[in-house]
């Protein structure tokens, strides 16, 4: 049982350009989030879905597209990436109901 | 808006010692708290949930207690070993609306001395 998978694990970017974060999970469940995590700051919701086809904005979801078209694949896009999306990558999975959240590995991105 | 704090930032202390990390809340009305364990370098690892009926929750060395009332939680670790360091945060669920999204702390950085 896989979890939650993230890919690439590391990346950089130069200033504008475009990448896709890839998230997958294999429990079948309906949630699934996208988080960013910088020093100081914790981790703030980008965005996120409950369920195939619904998204949503969260906390910080400026420079950020997200779809839904599986429940089991979730991918994050940046548009034109800018030094400010530095950070830590954290996709999130869980079923409905208010359970555990489960996250992945993390995507750490460096953008130049 | 919900807003969640855990002090200390950074703590050390002497192996085998008992500890408790503190974590607390702005708004009562969550559904559950869940406490994960951050690597450096990791993604985070769930070590404990408590829904918001429930006091507390156990798992091995770690008990993690819940006052909704007040606005706060600990975690308890017991006989604290030097694989315990690592930094660990809280976040909140919702009651209701937007309850899939979690509110996180800013953690506490954990540092057990051999």
């Known amino acids: 049982n896989a979890g939650v998978t993230q890919t690439p694990k590391f990346q950089v970017l130069k200033t504008g350009q475009s990448m896709t974060l890839q998230c997958a999970q294999d429990?079948?469940?309906?949630?699934m989030s996208w988080y960013r995590q910088d020093p100081g700051m914790g981790l703030r919701l980008i965005h996120y879905?409950?369920?195939?086809?619904?998204?949503d904005q969260g906390e910080v979801p400026n420079g950020y597209n997200v779809s839904r078209s599986t429940t089991e694949d979730f991918p994050l896009r940046l548009l034109s990436a800018a030094p400010s999306q530095t950070s830590v990558y954290f996709c999130a999975s869980n079923p409905r109901g208010h359970t555990e959240a489960f996250f992945g590995q993390g995507t750490r991105l460096t953008v130049v | 808006k919900q807003e969640v704090t855990q002090i200390p930032a950074a703590l050390s202390v002497p192996e085998g010692e008992n500890l408790v990390l503190n974590c607390s809340f702005t708004d009562s009305a969550i559904y559950n708290l869940q406490w994960f364990r951050q690597d450096p370098g990791k993604g985070l690892t769930s070590l404990l949930l408590i829904q918001s009926s429930q006091r507390e929750q156990t798992s091995g060395r770690l008990n993690a207690s819940l006052d909704k009332s007040s606005g706060r939680s600990t975690l308890y670790i017991a006989a604290s070993q030097p694989g315990d360091s690592a930094t660990y945060l809280c976040?909140?669920?919702?009651?209701?609306?937007?309850?899939?999204?979690?509110?996180f702390g800013t953690g506490t950085r954990l540092t057990i001395i051999p």
């Open positions: 429990m079948n469940h309906e949630y």
């Open positions: 976040a909140v669920r919702r009651w209701n609306f937007g309850n899939e999204k979690l509110t």
């Open positions: 879905s409950v369920g195939a086809g619904i998204t």
